[in-house]
T-cell receptor
Framework: DVKVTQSSRYLVKRTGEKVFLECVQD?????MFWYRQDPGLGLRLIYF???????EKGDIPEGYSVSREKKERFSLILESASTNQTSMYLC??????????FGPGTRLTVT | GENVEQHPSTLSVQEGDSAVIKCTYS??????FPWYKQELGKRPQLIID???NVGEKKDQRIAVTLNKTAKHFSLHITETQPEDSAVYFC???????????WGAGTKLIIKP
């Protein structure tokens, strides 16, 4: 069974703080993704990575950065958290058949 | 780039009836079309997928059909049960960018 884990289920941060969200997968997948999910807006891609140290912007990269130093780990960074970044963040990895496997999500609240 | 539209946004059906959710895509080069189910408070999970060389695929009560000419694909759920209540997302694989392009989701409500 593919396992994708995320560092926190719930996180509360203050405006202006630097926030790190971590994602780890155990299936040696090359591709990893960070999504943001808001009611009525579906899944919006923030960044994805197709290899170690490689990254590509998704649809809404502004205010975010990512890091992939090891194949199994993909981190999302909010350089200076703002209230409009309050959301559910979902990490995923995909197998060679393109099937995506999601982590449990991190519900981030920025106050 | 690819664009995926999903309809309806909300679907309410009587338990035991069938439910159909439709998606259209724009890029004729897209070749992989998965469907994900997300129950309340849980992660999206793949329930069925289809590739462009196949017209239909079934797995027990769920099926997906693909019409490449019209560029649309549909999810069919028969004999709906309360546990089918969830949000369903369709997606299309945009080959050049490694990423899935997602529909906006359909909230399926099963009425007892």
């Amino acid at each position: 069974d593919v396992k994708v884990t995320q560092s926190s289920r719930y996180l509360v941060k203050r405006t202006g703080e630097k926030v790190f969200l971590e994602c780890v997968q155990d299936m040696d997948h090359e591709n990893m993704f960070w999504y943001r999910q808001d009611p009525g807006l579906g899944l919006r891609l923030i960044y994805f990575s197709y290899d170690v140290k490689m990254k590509e912007k998704g649809d809404i990269p502004e205010g975010y950065s990512v890091s992939r130093e090891k194949k199994e780990r993909f981190s999302l960074i909010l350089e200076s958290a703002s209230t409009n970044q309050t959301s559910m963040y979902l990490c995923a990895s995909s197998d060679p058949d393109r099937k995506q496997y999601f982590g449990p999500g991190t519900r981030l609240t920025v106050t | 780039g690819e664009n995926v539209e999903q309809h309806p946004s909300t679907l309410s059906v009587q338990e035991g009836d069938s439910a159909v959710i439709k998606c259209t895509y724009s890029d004729s080069a897209s070749n992989y079309f998965p469907w994900y189910k997300q129950e309340l408070g849980k992660r999206p999970q793949l329930i069925i997928d289809i590739r462009s060389n196949v017209g239909e695929k079934k797995d027990q009560r769920i099926a997906v059909t693909l019409n490449k000419t019209a560029k649309h694909f549909s999810l069919h759920i028969t004999e709906t049960q309360p546990e089918d209540s969830a949000v369903y997302f369709c997606a299309a694989f945009e080959g050049g960018n490694y990423q899935l392009i997602w529909g906006a989701g359909t909230k399926l409500i099963i009425k007892p």
